[in-house]
């Protein structure tokens, strides 16, 4: 039997305010535990939330960039669970009425990935995003009590700390599909600058829902949730076991259990946590301390006249006025930081499209991976590649030694360099006098008899031969395209 996956993500994405959002306590990351708690936080008796305005403003921010409704009142609803990590003993978050409602994210799903076989663009309809506290952490594993004791520990450092949760339906087919997703989504939100992205710390972490079902079905299966998946291998992973567990149960006879799965890492498995609880059962009701949350359209209007250039915009930019492939301008708006220097090489230093497109995605990914990934403090600044750039554009040196410059300037760990005084300190112009290529070229020539009479007489082959004589002869400075011009001329007798 052939069997269809369906897969639909909910994403926890942490906006990237100061402050928490509905107390003034601070939200950064990795302080000692409970440090960073207002009584809110902590569910004193007789404190109540104030909604942080900040937290709004990137709900909003993404709604507009995903073209979706931004509910004009929304509700904050109290989602009622017991758990030591959650001392008022309800989540605030949002139910019937999401702040943010609809929209789409478009991506590419590259050929490697694809199941097809082909790069495939993709369009999934979001179901909603709506805004949530987080809850603390409790700590288990080697927690030591007062008393030297083994025991847990509450850290309510990050109760409190906004989310917005996105949801998508049920519409991707593919593990791969859902990693691009997500990959996209996560080039988003940073590009927003609503969240920082950070996967390790938490900041942005999914949860995939994954049935599979007859192809050719129309009802669903039966889904189970795979929670906090916190890196893209990971998803993948998770994704295709679970798949292929769901496939064996049920041709085994068996029936999938509506399930909260987690992903072991180490065993590459999924493993059941609890039974899957339904909306009823946390006996939502809107929170009476907290008023509706209305959004006047001057808001939503300021927040649109803040928005940067979209990604999806500035693809058709790269298209339109630089003539680049729609591949080449995926890649360079992968993430904000890339674009940005893209941006800085090009549309403000004025180097050419194309060629600091293949350096941007070619040597200089290559080095920035190597140092962690880090585009925002490239090995080269965009000053010194523009210039490499042009160096190479008007004949001053060739390609090859660009990329030895390149290597070594990256290697000393130097941003900021001086191209062309290192260009006249080591002699690398090319010698583009044609006078002193003519002169080599004949001296060439006139030590090789046989090979001359051989290209000649019909071995066109030997064309390399000749241009590798005179660029040992030049040192390697020889401008190609000249040498290839002279060399056809002379040759052609
Ligand atoms: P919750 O997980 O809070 O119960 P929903 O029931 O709204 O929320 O569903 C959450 C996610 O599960 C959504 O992303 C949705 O697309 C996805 N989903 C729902 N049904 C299925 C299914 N049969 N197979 C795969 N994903 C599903
Ligand atoms: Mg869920």
Same mark, same amino acid.
């Given at each position: 039997m052939n069997w269809e996956v369906v897969i639909g993500l909910e994403t926890h994405t942490q906006l990237? *305010? +100061?402050?928490k959002i509905f107390s003034g306590a601070s939200t950064a990351?990795?302080?000692?535990?409970?440090?960073? *708690? +207002?009584a809110v936080d902590l569910a004193l008796p007789g404190t109540l939330p104030v909604l942080n305005r900040g937290a709004v403003e990137r709900a909003i921010r993404f709604g507009l960039a995903i073209g979706a409704t931004i509910a004009p009142v929304s509700i904050f609803a109290r989602k009622n669970y017991f758990y030591p990590d959650l001392p008022k003993g309800y989540q605030i978050s949002q139910y019937e009425i999401p702040v943010v409602q609809g929209g789409t994210v478009t991506f590419v799903v590259d050929a490697a990935s694809s199941p097809g076989g082909k790069a495939e663009t993709k369009t999934v309809n979001l179901t909603r995003a709506h805004l949530e506290e987080d809850a603390g952490k409790s700590l288990h594993a080697d927690f030591v009590g007062l008393h030297g004791e083994k025991s847990s520990g509450i850290d309510?450092?990050?109760?409190?700390t906004p989310l917005l949760e996105i949801v998508t339906e049920p519409e991707m087919r593919s593990s791969a599909e859902a990693v691009a997703y997500a990959k996209a989504l996560h080039g988003l939100v940073t590009w927003l600058g609503i969240c920082d992205g950070n996967m390790q710390e938490g900041s942005f972490r999914c949860d995939a829902n994954v049935s599979v079902r007859p192809m050719g079905s129309t009802a669903f299966g039966t889904r189970c949730e795979i929670k906090n998946l916190n890196s893209f291998r990971f998803m993948q992973q998770a994704i295709d076991y679970e798949v292929e567990r769901q496939i064996a149960l049920i041709e085994d006879g068996g029936t999938v259990i509506q399930q909260t799965r987690l992903f072991d890492p180490d065993r590459g498995e999924t493993r059941a946590m609890r039974s899957k609880e339904d909306a009823q059962d946390y006996r939502y009701f809107p929170d009476p301390d907290l008023p509706p949350l209305t959004i006047a359209p001057e808001w939503v209007e300021r927040v649109r006249a803040g928005m940067p250039e979209l990604p999806a915009a500035m693809r058709e930019r790269l298209v339109a006025d630089y003539g680049l492939s729609s591949y080449d301008a995926q890649a360079l708006t992968a993430s904000k930081d890339i674009a940005r220097f893209f941006d800085d090489v090009v549309t403000k230093l004025g180097a050419q499209a194309k060629q600091a497109a293949n350096w941007i995605m070619g040597d200089m990914s290559a080095a920035v991976n190597e140092r962690g990934g880090d585009w925002s403090r490239p090995p080269l600044d965009a000053p010194t590649l523009a210039t490499l750039i042009a160096r190479v554009g008007d004949g001053t040196i060739n390609a090859k030694q660009a990329k030895t410059l390149f290597a070594e300037l990256a290697a000393a760990d130097t941003p900021s360099a001086d191209v062309d005084a290192l260009i006249a300190a080591r002699g690398l112009e090319q010698i583009s006098d044609s006078g002193a290529l003519e002169a080599a070229i004949d001296d060439i020539l006139a030590k090789s008899p046989s090979q001359l009479a051989d290209y000649r007489g019909g071995k066109e082959k030997l064309f390399g031969y000749f241009v590798g004589q005179a660029m040992k002869a030049t040192g390697g400075k020889a401008n190609p395209r000249q040498l290839n011009e002279l060399l056809r001329k002379k040759l052609a007798g």
């Open positions: 990237s *305010t +100061a402050s990351f990795g302080a000692e535990p409970n440090v960073h *708690t +207002a309510l450092n990050r109760a409190g």
